[in-house]
Nanobody, 127 residues
Framework: QVQLVDSGGDLVNPGGSLRLSCAASGRTINNYVMAWFRQAPGKERELGAA????????YYADSVKGRFSISRDRAKNMVYLQMNSLKPEDTAVYYC????????????????????WGQGTQVTVSS
């Protein structure tokens, strides 16, 4: 089992920045895909960014490319999402998620393919 605890959500002005954190514990995540999904009210959960723990594969949704950056700290078992130039449409609950590479040789955008989830952290972009 993998336990994920995500944090860092806040209220921020348009154009501002925020960094989300995801602490992973339990089974080693050396062979996992780590991802940040988001879900806005009335909308489906969508993949924003993901990376393999090796860092060899990354994924960014078109809506966040050039503004968001996903990274990991192997020593601390942490995954981060740096969000810059935030827009009101980025407002959502953000979830950290993980999936074993053995079940996902390439990064999937389907939330049903991710077995482990954080509790979610609210990001609100508003003036």
């Amino acid at each position: 089992q993998v336990q994920l605890v995500d944090s860092g959500g806040d209220l921020v002005n348009p154009g501002g920045s925020l960094r989300l954190s995801c602490a992973a514990s339990g089974r080693t995540i050396n062979n996992y895909v780590m991802a940040w999904f988001r879900q806005a009210p009335g909308k489906e959960r969508e993949l924003g960014a993901a990376l393999t723990w090796s860092g060899l594969q990354t994924y960014y949704a078109d809506s966040v490319k050039g503004r968001f950056s996903i990274s990991r700290d192997r020593a601390k078992n942490m995954v981060y999402l740096q969000m810059n130039s935030l827009k009101p449409e980025d407002t959502a609950v953000y979830y950290c998620a993980a999936a074993a590479m053995s079940s996902m040789p390439t990064i999937s955008t389907n939330p049903n393919d991710f077995a482990y989830w954080g509790q979610g952290t609210q990001v609100t972009v508003s003036s």
